[in-house]
């Protein structure tokens, strides 16, 4: 049988789920992460997950990775130390940047500016030259850039940046630098700007280029090392890592193109619901992933999950491609305080993650925590992971009242006030990702994951007016689900700076043919057959002048049948849509893009038994719980044990091995066909 593998690293937890591909059969594990190194965890698992299903580690032919290595790395500022070559005159190309100060007009006397990837006393000017054509204006000369590599390599940085002016259109010039940095520097990773970015915009280029090179040398090591264990270990089948855009791709490949994995971790959770919206038939959805540190939303449209160009990790936005993910320090670890000056409750960003963890976990935890408050409220019942994992709840009801004694105010009004605070932060990242994208909530069903999600969606959905709010199937581990699901992926662009009455229909598919080439010889270098391996196109337009452009999706027989007029009255739509308004201006193609996929994993879902509707066969106990001001009976179900059809009245809490379903008072749930359970307004 065919095992494949999908493996999601978080903050707190490490998700894995098991997938026998003919039957759809699943198994699913999670275990503490360990953050000083994340493949003990992983190797923790893998050990774990394989003897509950009676497999070998060498059953398993396809390990997929999502991974928040690249992100931490540019978060925590332990990115290696980079070394810039750059065309003469442009040296302080990553100090001059765009002159954008982010927040209003206080941010002028208050904004602390990051320090650059590449330091300016690591960044090196070298001769030569290539026109607005690509033509080579000067030579470069090699005693130069040997001169300015010794130099570098004397100072001891860890990776090297080349990024000349107008490289996208001719490489010849890095490819150059590229060959005497390979003889001089030795092992120290180099990465040329054409290769990571061709497309203009030089500021833009050389970010994104010099991010790439910061985090090659720790991805690198990461994934040596967790290839070597894996391989060590018996797991003899092939390595991918999840992309920012919800594909996947070689782990050979990651170690040199890094920068695509910086939205990994949040990625994988997008493409299990695209899975679960599929199968449910539930296309429009917005989805709320709750981990122990982090919520991350995005906005999936007719199962299609909205991807930007830009990808924004703390304070460094680099050209990528990405799904659309927004992230708040929203989760179940988030720590809960008063701040003396103000006496106002606070909740996060700062979170126990999983050391110490919640006070609950009794790992040595003393702050309370959003897990403590949904505790203390009766929204988590005394044990985790299937009755394994025990909580503390005597320990979660002394840390939350510190928060009441410093407020003056009871105990579970203090604990509510923590869910309420914390609830309202994840609303607010819905409506950057709905409302101000132009989209109205009430058209999408919410669906809750990750550990805590499904504890919040409830009461996120009310706020948002997004109904159902769904708990998928094994919501815990769903980013799992979404890493062993996914397809491999790959893409390339080209810049393309032509008003559309400079240039026809023919000449723009000629090149966005010849690019699909480029990307399907790259997956087939990754051992896909070509008969599997689709293409995609996309385009980005703006009007003439503008400094911004919108990406638009294009096939080339929609491109034939309606011509470029057709593409200029789409972007008209979409430009009101996002600005409210649209101009009588000439359009202008920016870049053209490629994408080339694998195919998707057909998994089957497994159907629950038909019921009679009443879930009194899953009861496990009666329960009380705190809310709308008193405490209310309530009922705690197995999920294991839930029929299709089911009908859960709230006040309700559903358990399973991964997480806790809360259905609240006045709402109702009901078990579909494929075990999800959608919650509405009674």
């Given at each position: 049988m065919a095992y494949?593998?999908?493996?999601?690293?978080?903050?707190?937890?490490?998700?894995?789920?098991?997938?026998?591909?003919?039957?759809?059969?699943?198994?699913?594990?999670?275990?503490?992460?360990t953050p000083a190194d994340s493949s003990i965890g992983i190797l923790n698992g893998v050990t774990a997950i394989c003897e509950a299903a009676g497999v070998a580690p060498a059953d398993i032919e396809v390990f997929l990775h999502g991974t928040t290595v690249a992100t931490n790395a540019v978060l925590e500022g332990k990115g290696a130390r980079v070394g810039l070559i750059v065309t003469r005159g442009y040296r302080q190309i990553m100090q001059i940047a765009r002159s954008f100060v982010p927040g209003g007009l206080a941010g002028w006397v208050v904004w602390n500016k990051p320090s650059p990837l590449a330091a300016l006393v690591d960044t090196f000017e070298i001769g030569g030259r290539m026109d607005a054509r690509g033509a080579e204006l000067e030579p470069i000369d090699d005693a130069e850039i040997r001169s300015a590599l010794e130099r570098l390599k004397a100072q001891g940085v860890e990776a090297i940046t080349v990024s000349l002016m107008n490289a996208y259109l001719n490489g010849a010039h890095e490819r150059r630098v590229g060959e005497l940095a390979a003889e001089i520097m030795g092992d120290v990773p180099t990465s040329l700007s054409h290769e990571v970015l061709p497309e203009m915009q030089e500021y833009e280029r050389t970010l994104t280029t010099v991010a790439n090179a910061s985090v090659r040398p720790i991805v690198g090591r990461y994934v040596r090392n967790l290839r070597t264990k894996l391989r060590d270990a018996g797991v003899a089948g092939k390595l991918s890592l999840l992309r920012s855009d919800g594909g996947l791709m070689s782990s050979e490949k990651s170690e040199h193109h890094p920068v695509s994995l910086l939205m990994s971790g949040p990625a994988g959770g997008v493409t299990g619901a695209l899975w679960v919206g599929k199968k449910a038939g539930i296309h429009n959805i917005l989805t709320l992933d709750v981990g122990g540190t982090s919520t991350d939303v995005a906005l999936i449209e007719n199962l299609d999950a909205r991807r930007v160009r830009t990808t924004e990790v703390g304070h460094l936005s680099v050209r990528a491609s990405a799904l659309d993910v927004k992230t708040v320090g929203a989760g179940g670890g988030s720590i809960a305080y008063v701040p003396e000056l103000t006496k106002a409750l606070r909740v996060g960003p700062q979170s126990a993650g999983a050391v110490p963890g919640p006070v609950a976990y009794g790992k040595g935890g003393t702050l309370p925590t959003v897990t403590?408050?949904?505790?203390?409220?009766?929204?988590?019942?005394?044990?985790?992971l299937g009755g394994t994992f025990k909580l503390d709840r005597e320990g979660s009801i002394r840390a939350v009242q510190t928060i009441a004694d410093a407020l003056g105010i009871g105990l579970y009004e203090a604990a509510r006030g923590i869910i309420d605070i914390v609830n309202e932060n994840m609303f607010g990242a819905l409506r950057m990702i709905s409302v101000q994208q132009g989209y109205d909530?009430?058209?999408?069903?919410?669906?809750?994951?990750?550990?805590?999600?499904?504890?919040?969606?409830?009461?996120?959905?009310?706020?948002?007016?997004?109904?159902?709010?769904?708990?998928?199937?094994?919501?815990?581990?769903?980013?799992?689900?979404?890493?062993?699901?996914?397809?491999?992926?790959?893409?390339?662009?080209?810049?393309?700076?032509?008003?559309?009455?400079?240039?026809?229909?023919?000449?723009?598919?000629?090149?966005?043919?010849?690019?699909?080439?480029?990307?399907?010889?790259?997956l087939m270098a990754d051992g896909l057959p070509e008969a599997e391996i689709t293409s995609l196109f996309e385009i980005d337009v703006r009007y003439e002048g503008q400094a911004f452009e919108v990406p638009l999706a294009i096939d080339p027989e929609t491109l034939r049948r309606d011509g470029l007029a057709g593409v200029t009255s789409r972007f008209d739509e979409e430009h009101q849509r996002l600005f409210t308004f649209k101009m009588d201006t000439p359009h202008e193609l920016v870049n053209l893009r490629a994408v080339a996929l694998g195919t998707a994993l057909d998994l089957p879902a497994a159907e629950p038994p038909q019921g009679t509707g009443d879930p009194i066969a899953a009861k496990i106990r009666d329960h009380e719980l705190w809310i709308d001001g008193r405490m209310h009976p309530a009922v705690i179900y197995e999920r294991a044990k839930l029929c299709k059809g089911d009908v859960i009245p709230g006040p309700a809490i559903v358990t399973e091995m991964d997480s806790t379903t809360l259905i609240e008072l006045g709402c109702v749930g009901t078990v579909d066909a494929i075990g999800n359970i959608l919650i509405t307004l009674a």
């Open positions: 494949r593998l999908g493996v999601d690293v978080g903050g707190t937890f490490t998700d894995l789920l098991l997938l026998e591909e003919r039957t759809g059969a699943f198994w699913r594990h999670k275990t503490p992460s403590d408050a949904n505790v203390v409220l009766g929204y988590l019942p005394e044990a985790l909530p009430r058209d999408f069903a919410l669906m809750g994951f990750g550990g805590a999600g499904p504890l919040h969606v409830n009461a996120v959905a009310r706020l948002m007016g997004s109904w159902p709010a769904i708990s998928p199937v094994s919501p815990g581990v769903l980013c799992a689900l979404g890493d062993a699901t996914t397809r491999m992926r790959t893409e390339t662009a080209r810049s393309f700076s032509r008003r559309f009455d400079q240039t026809t229909s023919e000449e723009v598919i000629a090149l966005l043919e010849e690019m699909a080439r480029q990307t399907r010889d790259e």
